[in-house]
Every structure is written in C-alpha cells, then in structure tokens.
C-alpha cells in the first residue's frame, strides 16, 4: 500500500474462496502483516495454515487492535457474527465484509455498537467455484468493490479511509453507495442474471439437452447455474421482493420478443438486438 | 491432417470471423496447399491476402477440382450462393458450410445438383466479435463441429469423410446428425440463450444499470447481446417457430421461479439450484 493507514493485523473470518482470496491477497502484498484467520472447516483451516495464516478457533482469539477484521461468510452468517462479535471487532481500525447485500449487515453493524468502525463492502468477483481451494491472491484485481460506511460515531470517517485503503491495496476500485442503493441495484445486475442462468439450465435439462451440446455462448449462459445454493439463498430471501420484480421485468421483455417472433417481426428483433449490442460495448 | 483425404486446395467463400479462422488453420495446418479467398469487403480481403490467401473476384474464378469449398457466409447468404453457385461448386471433393441452420443449406444442396459432394457442418465455436480482425488458427481447437451430410448421388459416401478429416485437421470434434434434429436442438443449445441474453440486457438498459456495474457473471449473461444482428437474423427468421417454444418453456421456467420467491418458497429455489449445480458439471 503506498500510503494511507497501515494495519497492524488483518483477521479473515471465513475461508472460502472471497476470504481465502482475502488472506492470499494479504500474504503477498503485507509481507509482514501478520494475517489471522477463522473457519470452522478443518480442510480449509488446514489449507490456509500452509500458506501462512495462523488460523485460530474463535474470532476473539485474534489480535485485532488496529488491525482490519474481514467478515467473509454468507449473508445469514455474517449479520449473526457482525451482531455477535461487536465487543470484540469494534476495537478495530477496520470492520468489513464481503456479503452480497448490505442492507441488512449495515443494520447489524450499527445496532451493535455506537462508535462503529465498520464500513460494508460487496467486491464484484468470485466465480462460481466456491471454497478455499478457488481463492486467489489476485481474485479482486481490478474489481468494483461497494463501499457501504455505517457511518456512527467518531471512528466513522477514519474507517471509509481506511476501507478506501484497503481494498484499493488489493486491486479493487473502490465505490462508495448507500446500501439500500446498492441492494436495489444487486436484484437486478447479479441476482436477475444467477436467476436466468438457472431458469435455462432448467429448461435445457426438461428438454433433454447435456452441456456437451452447449457452444461458447451456451456455456457462457448456463455456467452461474453451478453458483453455490448456500451462497444464493440467503441473498434470495433477503432480496425477495426485488428479484421477483427484476423477474417480472424480464418475463415482460422475454413475452415481447416471443411476440416479435410469432408475428414475424424481424424489425423489432433487429432494434432490440442493435441497442443491445451498443449497450454492451458502452464504456461502463 | 496425419491420414484420408488430401486436398489440392482450399476456396474461402466469406472472410469473416469463421472463414477467416478456416482460412488461417489451412494456411498453418496444410502448409503447400493453395487457399484461396472470395469476399466483397476489401479491407477483409486485403488482410486475408497478406496473410497468405489468394483472394479473386468470384467462386468461379478458383481452381476447386480434387478441393474444398467451404461457405462462410450467414445463412440466408449461404442459401442463396450453394445454389447459384452449384455447378462450380460440384466439382469439387468436398463443398461444406458453417451456417448454424442447416436444414435451409441441405435442401438448397440437394437441390441443385444430382450428385452431390456437400456436407452441411456447423461448428460450435466464435464468440461474439465479427469480421476477418476476430478471426483465429485455433478457433476450432476441440470444438464440436455437428456434420449434415446431403447424401445424394456417388459423391455422398466419399465426401463425408472427407468432411471429418477436413475438420478434424482444424481441431474440431465432428458429429454426424440429421439437418432437421440439429435444427431442433439449436433453438434450444444456441438460439435461447443468445435471446434470454437479449432480454437481460434489454431490462438492464431499460432500469438505468450500465455494463460498469456487472460483475463477471453478469458479464457472462450479456456477452452474447454484443453479437452481430445481420448474423443472427436469418437463423431467427428461420427457426421462428422452434425459438418461440423454447422461449415460452423459458418463460415458464421463469414465472415459477418468481413465485417461489414471492411465497417464500425457498426450498423450491433450493431444489431448482442443486439440480443446476448437477446438470452443469455432468460430463456433456
């Protein structure tokens, strides 16, 4: 990290594929920094001890004093460990995660403590492999990371710098946005697109086709449907409301090419498929 | 090509990104065979001519006896240039095509000469770019290539093996099936997913999101709405009716997943994804 704040101690609590990618991300780039880690999975556990975490069985075990403390669990788990643990990573220079919607973690954050060192993050990467043997030291470069700051108390201000830090020191772009915002936005860029992934791997299989007939495109279209279902439920049952609409939306969508189709109207495919493609090559 | 047929020369009809990348394997694959080059855009030409292609004005300005003649034209284009051009193309040991809609070309095949050395194939592979610029030696390295002999006359027999050592040389996987069953299972394997990433990016655009706030899995869903229109409209227009039912199984598909969500059906979305997960890492 050229400059900014320097962390002590950076505590991943979770090491699956974003917290492995996380403590990788920190091993190499803090030489020095002493990385403490956190999973009850005793394969991963094991795994991460080999590549220089000191992995340890509770979270207050970690010296966190002006360290960073990473929650990297699912959505379920991490608002029950963020209201858990307040006594312990309030002491922190940092508090951060990395679950997929904010809302929900942000009210655990701020309800657990007054003075909150704790700014939410939502990097947009990973894969559809899960678990610590798909973490990568590298798994963040050049990825959008939303920045959600809980924003109480006096550790407030200090803690966006800090996460600002942070995640650029691991190749993110950080982005800062209310967490209502964002979760409205996730329905729609990440949720809407997991959901159509499974809707056509669906209607693929009840049609009796197999991945070996898929092209490039194909593939492109059904790989989410190998998301993990741990991962994605919490989300979906969070974001209930927002996915059915992104859904509807796009069922409007789907009912009007299907129209165009049935009526013969290549026209209207060809202006739908001419703004679509101008939308993608769009710079971002 | 370690074994069968061997060829005298190669005839490109169409320099775009699939018969610029056949133009470019035979060149390195079957160094000392003459490829030659028909194409109306001159800036395609000029670039397949300094890559080594002997570009002329007209098919029949090629020298096809004892060769190849591969089309490389979208598909209403193909139709219309394997019937004109029959009486040249004929002659040649094996005439064969890259449309993704076979049924059309085979009976245009079949129609225009007794005897008949055309075998209709559709690789599997490309991506979403166009033109000679995307074109690629190894586009067709291990990619499914699904071969739809017009069995006519004594030319048949011959000219499918041929077929499967022409595109076995270019890496490709070959597979024998019928024109109206490949076309069948195209709507659902390539037209469906190219259309649901439509519609993605259609709702996407119509919400106010831009391609700067996907992550790579909505990268993945949207990919295939940058595809070229004047490709994908003769195989729309043609293959109308089958796209329409695979569209409306889709949209069933969706309006399920919408209702688990909206009645908390979580166990449903559950099931949905475990299956997904199954179906996804099946060996194809």
Known sequence: MPEG??????????????????????????PGVQVFGVDPDGESSARAARD????????????VDDGVVVFAAPLDATVKLVRETAPVWRGAALATDVASLKAAVLEAATAATASSPFVGAHPMCGSERSGYPAAR?????????????AATGDAASGAEAAARAFWSML?????????????????????????????????????GMSTGQLGP??????????????MWLPLLEAAAGED???????????????????SGDL?????????????VSAEG
Chains 1, 2 share one sequence.
């Open 52 to 63: 220089g975490v000191r992995v340890v069985p509770r979270l207050r075990d970690c010296d």
């Open 5 to 30: 704040p320097r962390f002590r101690t950076v505590t991943v609590v979770g090491l699956g594929a974003v917290g492995g990618s996380v403590a990788k991300g920190v091993l190499r780039r803090l």
């Open 244 to 262: 059915a609409a992104a859904l509807l939306a796009v069922e409007r969508r789907i009912v009007a090419i299907r129209g165009m189709l049935e």
């Open 171 to 207: 190749g993110a772009r950080p982005c800062t946005i209310a967490a209502e915002r964002h979760d409205r936005v996730m329905a729609l860029v990440s949720h809407l697109p997991q959901l159509l992934s499974n809707a056509l791997a669906a209607t693929l299989e009840d049609a």
């Open 267 to 279: 026209r209207g495919v060809e202006t739908l498929m001419d703004r679509g493609r101008r939308w």
């Open 217 to 230: 495109g194909g593939r492109d279209m059904t790989r989410l449907a190998g998301s993990s279902p741990s």
């Open 137 to 149: 030291a590298d798994l963040f470069d050049g990825a959008r990371v939303w920045l959600c700051p």
